[in-house]
């Protein structure tokens, strides 16, 4: 069947906060030309090889395209080829228009800010509108104040919560869960995804108070302030 509509809106997303915000505006661009929207991520590393911190991302993304009418997430796994190689057949395969890059410097999108990217798809794909969003940037954590998230839950108890790491009977959010290096109790921070929102919120001796969103740009190194 033919593709009956003028316009189709590619998103490629990363690990990491960028995802939401480029999203955000595939969906808004995609929304005002009443076209369908494709996210779609690539992972040189097979799915069931994947850590728990991409598996919670590659879960909010699928949120996000389920949350759109005419969205569809695209998970290319196991890939070896050259992102832009992808990106490319994935376009011509679903009559892509326009493609939306966030411009980061802590992924495999950093090629993108080189230009090499942006080249190698002028050439594959010389059809398509290229939308190059600065984005704010993941910063990995240099002083190591926070461990590698792990996957982990919040059940409710009474008013507040408690963190466990096995999925219980009343579980209510499931998450990542970055603790505090140099502390022998789970304090940290809880990420988490409410009404298609990204929550991170405190954790003091396994218990969650609140879900309440902190501001950690400093503490996880989340420079967050481009809009």
């Known amino acids: ?47 069931d090889e994947l850590d728990a911190e991409k598996l919670f991302y590659i879960e909010q993304w699928k949120e996000y395209a389920h949350s759109h009418a005419t969205a569809q997430f695209i998970m290319k796994d196991n890939e070896s080829r050259p992102v832009s190689k992808v990106i490319a057949e994935v376009a ?26 942006i080249n190698s798809l002028v050439r594959e794909i010389p059809f398509v509108d290229l939308h190059i969003v600065s984005v704010a940037r993941y910063i990995r954590d240099e002083e190591g104040i926070y461990e590698k998230g792990v996957r982990a839950y919040l059940v409710k108890d009474g008013k ?11 579980t209510e959010f499931e998450g990542i869960f970055f603790k505090e ?38 503490a996880m190194g989340l420079d967050d302030s481009a809009e």
């Open 1 to 47: 069947m033919n593709n009956v509509y003028n316009e189709s809106i590619l998103v490629c997303v990363y690990y990491g906060p960028n995802g939401e915000r480029l999203i955000k505006r595939g969906c808004a661009i995609a929304n005002l030309m009443k076209s369908p929207l494709y996210i779609l991520t690539i992972d040189p590393k097979p799915f």
């Open 160 to 170: 507040q919560y408690k963190l466990s790491f096995n999925h219980e009977k009343d």
């Open 92 to 117: 011509r395969d679903n009559n892509i228009t326009q493609i939306i890059l966030g411009q980061t410097a802590h992924s495999r999108w950093e090629q993108i800010t080189k230009g090499s990217i």
């Open 181 to 218: 290096v140099d502390t022998d109790f789970d304090n940290g921070i809880f990420r988490l995804m409410k009404d298609a929102v990204t929550l991170n919120v405190l954790v003091s001796d396994g218990i969650v108070t609140e879900l309440k969103n902190v501001d950690i740009s400093t």
